[in-house]
């Protein structure tokens, strides 16, 4: 399949899921994050869930970083530009929901990519390499190209892997993990 049937695959499939899948799945994947050797870290970017769009809710992750004292860092899109620029998230953060339903804060004290040493990142579909299909915009592949080599990157999903994805480009970032419900991935 490309990667414009997979997206659309996996809308389906994400569409079939109840509230209460959601929520439940998501503490499952929030869980086994907790079985990983990833918590000696200071800086962990996360996604704040497009709720619209059935996204894995990422509540219980940031409630674990937050008991861990960790620093919780969020992003904000440009869509002229396809960047993303990133805020660390104290109290005073305000957060607001763009044209495309996605959180974000409105400002804040700014983090440069190259400081995040843990990256969540969301996901339509993922295969047992390590590759990620996204919402076809770019943004996390810019995003992740700008962070350090040993940055961590994270998927989340819902679902098993394909066994291969087939449709690659040179900017395509791969995933160092993926979580989901039933099993940590690791590539």
């Known amino acids: 399949m490309t990667k414009q049937e997979l997206r659309k ?21 929030a869980n086994r994050l907790l079985t990983m050797d990833i918590w000696n870290h200071s800086f962990y970017h996360i996604f704040l869930s497009i709720v619209e769009q059935k996204e894995v809710h990422t509540d219980d992750i940031i ?18 530009t396809g960047t993303m620029t990133h805020y660390l998230l104290t109290d005073a953060t305000v957060l607001k929901k763009n044209s495309y339903n ?6 804040g004290i700014p983090i440069p990519s190259s400081k995040l040493e843990v990256v969540f990142v969301p996901l339509m579909a993922f295969d047992k390499e390590g590759h990620r299909i996204g919402y076809g915009k770019g943004f996390y592949d810019r ?15 819902f679902f098993e892997p394909e066994d291969h994805i087939a449709e690659r480009f ?11 419900p039933g099993k940590v991935y690791d590539f």
């Open 143 to 157: 995003f992740l190209a700008d962070c350090g080599p040993d940055t961590i990157k994270i998927g989340l999903s």
């Open 63 to 80: 409630h674990i970083l937050s008991g861990k004292d960790k620093n919780i860092v969020l992003s904000k899109s440009d869509f002229e």
């Open 102 to 107: 996605i959180p974000e804060p409105v400002d």
């Open 170 to 180: 040179a900017n395509d970032i791969n995933l160092d993990y993926c979580v989901t």
């Open 9 to 29: 695959a996996y809308k389906a499939k994400r569409n079939t899921l109840s509230e209460d899948d959601i929520l439940n799945l998501s503490l499952q994947i």
